[in-house]
């Protein structure tokens, strides 16, 4: 499976809004996002453009495990 390039951290965040996180705060840079759960899931997103390939597929990885879904599905909602 091949990550899309070019993913803004903005675009990212409003996947994750889709699947029911919400956003938390927002400090500098860098938004925090909770998943009420279960289990309860807090993840940080940096609002870089675009975001680089290791951070977001760290991210989606994260999401992925804590959601029990699959990386590739995660990927086709970008």
Do not use: C, F, N, W
């Not at 903005?10 to 998943?35: A, N, P, W």
């Amino acid at each position: 499976m091949k990550l899309p390039r070019g993913v803004s951290g903005d675009r990212l965040i409003r996947m994750l809004e889709r699947l029911g996180y919400e956003v938390l705060r927002q400090k500098g840079s860098h938004v925090r996002l909770r998943h009420p759960g279960p289990p309860l899931h807090l993840v940080t997103i940096p609002k870089h453009d675009p975001l680089k390939a290791g951070t977001l597929h760290g991210i989606l990885a994260e999401v992925a495990m804590m959601q029990g879904i699959t990386l590739d599905a995660l990927a086709k909602l970008l």
